[in-house]
């Protein structure tokens, strides 16, 4: 089959008509984004917006060969007016299917809001998901096979395209691209950026390509190192990277601590952010997990689990830091870096980055920072992608 995107922006579009949000204000030329409206083979029209005739001719393509228009968005007002020679726009049931004269199938699926979503098969059997903005699936599949291409709210709902992967419905060579791109992310790189840590990309308004030939999806890296000060995000970006993905192990290195009821107040803030697919393994030694074959595992943070080494080897005193303590210390960062190394598993590791403040008062404090150091230089080697995040913002350093 062959795709032309007449638009890929949410049903506003964007920038959003009276938005003077950061996002909007830079979503000019090639950043600016119509409503998501795709055209198959000249022959289909998902979605009926507004200027889908002018969209059409900007991209070198006509409307005149359209012979169905199906309806995904949730229209809350009379639809938008089209050209005459059009046939009318249709919102087929779920379940419904439509074979068209030219062998394209049409079937409609659930979604688990507002709208309708569409699972399109052409001639030549290639095949296509489409679900409407903030859309996932809401029911079981009938066709255990990975879609060719999937056109999904990558942005705003990754947990959907989790399920997807779960279900099988997303494979590794299916092309996943964002539609009804918003103003929740800004333009240009970062946006980039995002889409591809979940294995998507995004296309300008008019693209044009196939379902056929290679899948031009950016590779997810295997091993990410996120360092960032307290409260910079750097947790929220790695439980980003992994949010599209199913069946995640979250490694919590923290522990419990007794008596501490503003920890405890932290740890619940941190597990009720996690998706609900997720699993909690609360350990001080994740090396036999990053040994292990497994879904995507995400370690937070290497900082606690570095105290954790401490307090066992005793380093906090100077005494026995020179008698063994350190040797020991090293050992335990050698081999982490180790574990990751050879991994078999897609891994994301938080740290903490002290090194950037003031000099710790104590030897202790002076200590843990040179060790921090060490530590995240070690694991930050193993890994293809390193990422700093400051005030919110990601700092690509590596990858």
């Known amino acids: 089959m062959d795709i032309t995107l007449l638009g890929t922006g949410a049903p506003p579009g964007l920038p959003r008509p009276d938005c003077s949000c950061a996002a909007c204000a830079r979503a000019l030329g090639p950043g600016a984004r119509a409503a998501t409206?795709?055209?198959?083979?000249?022959?289909?029209?998902?979605?009926?917006?507004?200027g889908a005739a002018l969209a059409a001719a900007r991209a070198g393509r006509t409307l005149h060969g359209v012979r169905q228009v199906v309806l995904a968005h949730p229209h809350d007002g009379p639809l938008p007016g089209f050209p005459e020679d059009l046939p009318p726009a249709v919102r087929l049931p779920a379940g419904e299917e439509v074979v068209l004269l030219t062998g394209h199938?049409?079937?409609?699926?659930?979604?688990?809001?507002?709208?309708?979503?569409?699972?399109?098969?052409?001639?030549?059997?290639?095949?296509?998901?489409?679900?409407?903005?903030?859309?996932?699936?809401a029911g079981g599949r009938t066709d255990p096979r990975p879609v060719d291409l999937c056109l999904v709210d990558v942005i705003k709902r990754p947990d959907a395209v989790a399920r997807l992967r779960a279900d099988g419905a997303i494979g590794p060579a299916t092309d996943l691209v964002a539609v009804h791109l918003d103003h929740d992310v800004p333009p240009g790189p970062e946006l980039r950026r995002r889409l591809a840590a979940a294995g998507a990309r995004a296309v300008p308004d008019g693209a044009a390509f196939s379902t056929e030939g290679p899948v031009p999806t950016p590779l997810v890296p295997r091993r990410t190192l996120v360092l960032g000060g307290a409260r910079s995000g750097k947790s929220l970006e790695a439980e980003r990277r992994l949010a599209t993905f199913p069946d995640v192990v979250y490694a919590a290195t923290g522990?419990?601590?007794?008596?501490?009821?503003?920890?405890?107040?932290?740890?619940?803030?941190?597990?009720?952010?996690?998706?609900?697919?997720?699993?909690?393994?609360?350990?001080?030694?994740?090396?036999?997990?990053?040994?292990?074959?497994?879904?995507?595992?995400?370690?937070?943070?290497?900082?606690?689990?570095?105290t954790a080494v401490m307090d066992t080897a005793g380093a906090w005193e100077e005494g026995r830091w020179r008698n063994g303590a350190a040797t020991e210390v090293r050992r335990r960062i050698g081999e982490l870096a180790g574990a990751i190394r050879t991994t078999p598993r897609t891994v994301v590791a938080v740290s903490n980055e002290v090194g950037s403040g003031v000099v710790p008062a104590t030897p202790a404090g002076r200590r843990f920072r040179d060790e921090l150091g060490r530590l995240n230089a070690a694991v930050a080697t193993e890994c293809e992608q390193v990422l700093l995040v400051v005030a919110g913002t990601v700092l690509p350093l590596r990858g």
């Not at 409206?37 to 507004?50: A, K, Q, R």
């Not at 001639?123 to 489409?130: A, I, V």
């Not at 009821?261 to 997720?278: L, Y």
């Not at 609360?282 to 995507?296: F, I, K, Q, S, W």
């Open 255 to 306: 522990g419990e601590r007794a008596g501490d009821a503003e920890w405890r107040e932290r740890v619940r803030t941190h597990r009720e952010r996690r998706p609900v697919g997720w699993s909690t393994e609360e350990t001080r030694d994740p090396v036999p997990l990053l040994r292990a074959e497994g879904p995507p595992l995400l370690v937070d943070c290497l900082s606690l689990w570095l």
């Open 105 to 137: 199938r049409v079937r409609a699926v659930a979604p688990d809001s507002p709208g309708t979503g569409y699972a399109v098969t052409g001639p030549d059997g290639q095949r296509l998901l489409y679900l409407p903005p903030g859309a996932g699936p």
């Open 37 to 50: 409206s795709v055209l198959v083979d000249g022959v289909l029209l998902l979605d009926l917006t507004p």
